[in-house]
Nanobody, 120 residues
Framework: VQLQASGGGSVQPGGSLRLSCVASGIIFRLKAMGWYRQAPGDQRELVAS???????AYTDSVKGRFIISRDNAENTVYLQMNSLKPDDTAVYYCNAGSGYYLPYMPSDYWGQGTLVTVSS
C-alpha cells in the first residue's frame, strides 16, 4: 500500500491550499479516507474523514473552512483548506481507513506527510 501526499507549502493567514493523496495497493472505493495533522509537540489529530460513499466529517476547529473530497476514478482524496490560520501549521498525513463507513477507523497505512506553514 502506498499513499502519496502532496500540495503543502507556505501561505499567509487567510490563504488557501489544496492537499492531494494518491492511493495505490488498496481497493480505494471501498475505503474511508482520512487526513490527519501533527504540529510540533502535539499528538497527531484527525482533521477530516470521508466514507467510501462520500459522507464527510470534520474536527470542530476546521468546520466551515476545510473540505474533504474524493475521486474514486483517480484513487485520490483531497483536502481543500481555506481561511488558513497560523494554528493550522502542521505536517498533514493521509490515512487509508480500515473500513468503508464513518466514524473513521484508521489503519496502519500512512502517507509520508506534507508540511503546511501558515505565517505572515
Amino acid at each position: 500500500v502506498q499513499l502519496q501526499a502532496s500540495g503543502g507549502g507556505s501561505v499567509q493567514p487567510g490563504g488557501s491550499l489544496r492537499l492531494s493523496c494518491v492511493a495505490s495497493g488498496i481497493i480505494f472505493r471501498l475505503k474511508a479516507m482520512g487526513w490527519y495533522r501533527q504540529a510540533p509537540g502535539d499528538q497527531r489529530e484527525l482533521v477530516a474523514s470521508i466514507s467510501g460513499g462520500g459522507s464527510a466529517a470534520y474536527t470542530d476547529s476546521v468546520k466551515g473552512r476545510f473540505i474533504i473530497s474524493r475521486d474514486n476514478a483517480e484513487n485520490t482524496v483531497y483536502l481543500q483548506m481555506n481561511s488558513l490560520k497560523p494554528d493550522d501549521t502542521a505536517v498533514y498525513y493521509c490515512n487509508a481507513g480500515s473500513g468503508y463507513y464513518l466514524p473513521y477507523m484508521p489503519s496502519d497505512y500512512w502517507g509520508q506527510g506534507t508540511l503546511v506553514t501558515v505565517s505572515s
